[in-house]
């Protein structure tokens, strides 16, 4: 009882300041103002809210002598802005931190804005608050207040990102964005020494992949004299491990895509999966990849890292595993090649997950809600900047992390990814004089630069992996090749569980691993895609995708 009453009198309490929410403004401030990105509230204006701050925030502003309710943000917000920020909850105990939002969107209060969650929770929350009118819409207030640099950045998202917080084509919240490709397996990771050692080169396509697993797992590609070697690392979670496989032959498994017509369908059982599952289905019975079955990732990491397993799939920082390998044997390198598809000239789209990480509600009473997006703005410009501003609020002279206390922020919007080419230009033109001083980003020229160098100079393995991701031929680099033509495919579903999902959803994901993998592993013959589509289909899955479209037809207007 004492612990209800503790928790009853915490509620009374936040739910008392919420009460105070959009407290602040004033006569000085005008509509110039509100449409300027980077206008000044005079006298200054007060904006509640509400974030979770994990353990190593909390590190890094106690190192910095500052702490979650005031810090270099806050006062930046009050500097460059005129807003007082005033922080209504924010803990370690994140869990506790979405346990409290749950009971304060039932009692119909919310700070100036919040934040909501990844995609994945957000949506619950979203439903919730939208339909208790809790919800401000920012569809005006972003064109109106938002930069060009924060328009620029969450059109580079792509516009699937704004898919949890739109209803009725309207916006509303606001996302935490990735670059596009950020989250793709957009890399083949081979061993560069084992192709030396059988004068082979890295593969361009499909074919030449296929030949390379071979080669891998039966010509002793390591010189041992022993049969310990296979070619492809693979786990159970094989529909990720392998998207290069699928996206290569133009499929894209555990998604809902678009056809064409406004319509989504369910990637795993469109025609193109028939096809990839065929050629995974030929690796797997030569012997030329990992028995997945009963491997975890961390089996699968262990194959690379030993040097049992020469190929592996993986992100723009996946080199880290490389480099976990070459620390276990110095010998071992690496060469990263975009994923490529049947033939050498196919262009290939990428499978992406949803280019954010947090959403934020902002409150429909809120007297500023274009407050969120000038300190959107704010961190944008933070991030591109090549001078004071970065060091101040992004990273400090050291390299610490300032942006993860942010009350929002842009993650991984960096200037690798929004002027990767000119960053590019400039790490170059260190390698070859050996003279980092035209590097304009504080952390590449001071953190990034010198390990790569210590690297190539003095074979200091602890700068393997920046080699690998910014180096000549760097992954951050090769990135490009698809962001350009935005060649991505992101998950369009990002809904609330409908209501055929809570009755099928575990029946049906045990029929598609079941069916696909039987295929793979030789009980059943490839014919039987077309069983194990029916069985989906007709098991609830028809039913899925009817409610899955009556959501898109909300979201899209």
Same mark, same amino acid.
């Given at each position: 009882?004492?612990?209800?009453?503790?928790?009853?009198?915490?509620?009374?309490?936040?739910?008392?300041?919420?009460?105070?929410?959009?407290?602040?403004?004033?006569?000085?401030?005008?509509?110039?103002?509100?449409?300027?990105?980077?206008?000044?509230?005079?006298?200054?204006?007060?904006?509640?809210?509400?974030?979770?701050?994990?353990?190593?925030?909390?590190?890094?502003?106690?190192?910095?002598?500052?702490?979650?309710?005031?810090?270099?943000?806050?006062?930046?917000?009050?500097?460059?802005?005129?807003?007082?920020?005033?922080?209504?909850?924010?803990?370690?105990?994140?869990?506790?931190?979405?346990?409290?939002?749950?009971?304060?969107?039932?009692?119909?209060?919310?700070?100036?804005?919040?934040?909501?969650?990844?995609?994945?929770?957000?949506?619950?929350?979203?439903?919730?608050?939208?339909?208790?009118?809790?919800?401000?819409?920012?569809?005006?207030?972003?064109?109106?207040?938002?930069?060009?640099?924060?328009?620029?950045?969450?059109?580079?998202?792509?516009?699937?990102?704004?898919?949890?917080?739109?209803?009725?084509?309207?916006?509303?919240?606001?996302?935490?964005?990735?670059?596009?490709?950020?989250?793709?397996?957009?890399?083949?990771?081979?061993?560069?020494?084992?192709?030396?050692?059988?004068?082979?080169?890295?593969?361009?396509?499909?074919?030449?992949?296929?030949?390379?697993?071979?080669?891998?797992?039966?010509?002793?590609?390591?010189?041992?004299?022993?049969?310990?070697?296979?070619?492809?690392?693979?786990?159970?979670?094989?529909?990720?491990?392998?998207?290069?496989?699928?996206?290569?032959?133009?499929?894209?498994?555990?998604?809902?895509?678009?056809?064409?017509?406004?319509?989504?369908?369910?990637?795993?059982?469109?025609?193109?999966?028939?096809?990839?599952?065929?050629?995974? &289905?030929? !690796?797997?019975?030569?012997?030329?990849?990992? #028995?997945?079955?009963?491997?975890? +990732?961390?089996? *699968? /990491? $262990?194959?690379?890292?030993?040097?049992?397993?020469?190929?592996?799939?993986?992100?723009?920082?996946?080199?880290?595993?490389?480099?976990?390998?070459?620390?276990?044997?110095?010998?071992?390198?690496?060469?990263?090649?975009?994923?490529?598809?049947?033939?050498?000239?196919?262009?290939?789209?990428?499978?992406?997950?949803?280019?954010?990480?947090?959403?934020?509600?902002?409150?429909?009473?809120?007297?500023?809600?274009?407050?969120?997006?000038?300190?959107?703005?704010?961190?944008?410009?933070?991030?591109?900047?090549?001078?004071?501003?970065?060091?101040?609020?992004?990273?400090?002279?050291?390299?610490?992390?300032?942006?993860?206390?942010?009350?929002? &922020?842009? !993650?991984?919007?960096?200037?690798?990814?929004? #002027?990767?080419?000119?960053?590019? +230009?400039?790490? *170059? /033109? $260190?390698?070859?004089?050996?003279?980092?001083?035209?590097?304009?980003?504080?952390?590449?020229?001071?953190?990034?630069?010198?390990?790569?160098?210590?690297?190539?100079?003095?074979?200091?393995?602890?700068?393997?992996?920046?080699?690998?991701?910014?180096?000549?031929?760097?992954?951050?680099?090769?990135?490009?090749?698809?962001?350009?033509?935005?060649?991505?495919?992101?998950?369009?579903?990002?809904?609330?569980?409908?209501?055929?999902?809570?009755?099928?959803?575990?029946?049906?994901?045990?029929?598609?691993?079941?069916?696909?993998?039987?295929?793979?592993?030789?009980?059943?013959?490839?014919?039987?895609?077309?069983?194990?589509?029916?069985?989906?289909?007709?098991?609830?899955?028809?039913?899925?995708?009817?409610?899955?479209?009556?959501?898109?037809?909300?979201?899209?207007?």
């Amino acid at each position: 009882m004492k612990k209800i009453a503790a928790l009853i009198l915490t509620l009374i309490m936040v739910l008392g300041l919420f009460a105070a929410c959009g407290e602040g403004g004033g006569g000085g401030n005008n509509d110039s103002v509100v449409a300027d990105p980077f206008g000044v509230y005079d006298p200054k204006i007060t904006v509640t809210y509400a974030m979770p701050f994990y353990a190593d925030w909390v590190n890094s502003l106690r190192a910095l002598d500052q702490s979650i309710e005031d810090n270099v943000w806050t006062d930046a917000a009050k500097k460059y802005l005129g807003i007082k920020l005033v922080l209504i909850d924010g803990t370690t105990e994140v869990g506790s931190y979405y346990e409290r939002l749950t009971s304060q969107i039932a009692a119909g209060s919310f700070p100036d804005f919040a934040n909501v969650g990844t995609a994945e929770m957000s949506v619950s929350y979203y439903g919730a608050l939208y339909r208790s009118n809790l919800l401000a819409d920012l569809t005006e207030v972003f064109e109106k207040s938002g930069s060009a640099d924060f328009k620029s950045t969450l059109a580079a998202a792509g516009d699937a990102v704004f898919l949890p917080c739109t209803f009725g084509g309207k916006k509303m919240g606001l996302p935490m964005t990735d670059s596009l490709g950020g989250q793709s397996n957009a890399y083949w990771y081979i061993r560069k020494d084992w192709l030396d050692n059988l004068n082979m080169q890295a593969p361009t396509n499909l074919e030449e992949l296929f030949a390379v697993a071979r080669a891998f797992t039966v010509n002793d590609p390591d010189g041992n004299g022993a049969n310990d070697t296979v070619g492809i690392a693979c786990s159970q979670f094989f529909k990720s491990n392998l998207s290069g496989i699928f996206n290569g032959f133009g499929a894209y498994p555990d998604m809902w895509i678009e056809d064409g017509s406004n319509h989504l369908v369910y990637g795993s059982i469109q025609p193109e999966m028939k096809d990839a599952v065929e050629y995974i &289905r030929e !690796l797997f019975s030569n012997g030329y990849m990992m #028995d997945y079955t009963a491997a975890s +990732e961390a089996d *699968m /990491d $262990a194959a690379v890292r030993t040097g049992r397993a020469g190929i592996f799939g993986g992100r723009i920082f996946s080199a880290s595993l490389a480099s976990n390998a070459k620390k276990v044997n110095p010998a071992a390198e690496f060469v990263a090649v975009p994923v490529f598809g049947q033939s050498s000239s196919d262009e290939v789209k990428l499978s992406s997950a949803l280019n954010s990480y947090f959403y934020y509600a902002v409150n429909a009473d809120s007297r500023h809600p274009e407050a969120v997006v000038k300190l959107c703005n704010l961190f944008i410009k933070a991030a591109t900047d090549k001078g004071e501003l970065y060091e101040e609020l992004i990273a400090g002279p050291d390299g610490t992390d300032r942006s993860s206390f942010a009350p929002v &922020r842009m !993650l991984s919007i960096t200037p690798e990814h929004v #002027d990767g080419k000119t960053l590019r +230009e400039e790490m *170059m /033109d $260190a390698f070859e004089t050996r003279n980092p001083s035209g590097i304009t980003t504080p952390y590449y020229r001071d953190t990034v630069y010198p390990s790569i160098i210590d690297y190539l100079d003095n074979d200091n393995i602890n700068g393997y992996a920046n080699y690998l991701i910014f180096g000549e031929n760097g992954t951050a680099w090769q990135i490009e090749k698809f962001r350009e033509n935005v060649d991505f495919v992101i998950n369009s579903y990002i809904g609330e569980q409908t209501a055929s999902m809570k009755l099928y959803s575990d029946t049906l994901y045990e029929v598609e691993y079941t069916g696909l993998s039987a295929i793979i592993i030789g009980e059943e013959q490839l014919d039987y895609f077309d069983v194990y589509v029916d069985s989906w289909k007709t098991g609830g899955g028809d039913d899925i995708t009817r409610e899955v479209n009556e959501w898109y037809a909300t979201v899209t207007g």
